[in-house]
């Protein structure tokens, strides 16, 4: 990871975002047989919202976060690294900083979801110590939700 910088999103970063979620998720379009919600997400909104922080290698944004305190944990909406950033660890960088922003506000937990077809993902939320808590059926979307209890 070495140069990479942990940062919240700012609203010039909207675009940034979107075609890191186009370029990173466009490969599950057919497993899923739709876009996935990454996708069309208003990145716009989120980050007025206050819940995207990005990751920058070489001054350049990298990959991104969306997530907030929900409750009695930390949720993960959304994790993308651009393709050619990925295999340098900064998605898991961006784990271990929901990790830490759910211990600075002493959640017990942090929780996500994604969909069932993306089996690289969970398999990747499972070696951080995510365990699968139920199934959904959300908008089309076949979700897998896991929680880190911390």
Known sequence: MGDARIRPARAQDA?????????????????????????????????????????ERNETVAGYLIGWPDGESFFIENIAVDPIHQGNGLGGALLRYAVAEACSLKLPSVRLCTNAAMTENRALYEHFGFVETHRALEHGYDRVYMRLSL
């Open 15 to 55: 675009a940034t975002l979107d075609a890191i979620a186009h370029a990173a998720y466009v490969k599950y379009v057919p497993r899923i047989g739709r876009q996935p919600a990454p996708m069309s997400t208003d990145y716009a909104a989120s980050i007025a919202a206050g819940h995207v922080t990005v990751i």
